[in-house]
């Protein structure tokens, strides 16, 4: 779908704000018309009225996946992590860090199984380059908590330190000795936040 209206047309604060209004008040037709706004920031609102709304169709969600403003793309993967029929791994080679970073996290929410092995390669140091997704990546492996992604968990802990912390976290979705021993190290870590999550999961002062 193309937009419909060009950017200079109107004022775009005040579709912003009709859009949003629409999301509240129960106007469908006007946050779908929003949809195919010219301006991404009326795009990406019109995503989240139609949602508000229970109006939204996967067709429409897709449309936003496949959005050509990474903000737009973004939101419409957010919203997605409630939608296990509208695919997402795509996002995860998304040319913007951003929405590769929320497209792990939705599949975490998702917990969907079958995008275990893509979120392994992008959580690896080697994997992405921004540490935000790298860290997406492992959060959403937590929450998946599929026995295979356990070596890459263990791998993050390797990492910098925001994502050792999220690796310490997303151990506790994992049993066994190897568990137990990663979070014994992380007792030692140098960040006092990845030694403060291994010792709540642990239970020790």
Known sequence: MQPATEPGDGDVTDRRRDVARAGHVGDVARARDGLSDGVATVRSTALGAMDRLEALTDDELATGLADPDPSVRRRAAELSATRRDVPLSGLLDDPDPSVVEMAAWAMGEREE??????????????????????EAAVAGLGAIGDPAALPAVLAALDDKPAIRRRAAVALAAFDGPEVEAALRRCLQDRDWQVRQVAEDLLDVD
Not at 113 to 134: E, K, Q
């Open 113 to 134: 199984t079958g995008a275990v092995a893509r979120l392994v390669r992008l959580s690896a140091v080697t994997g992405h380059a921004d540490p935000l997704c790298r």
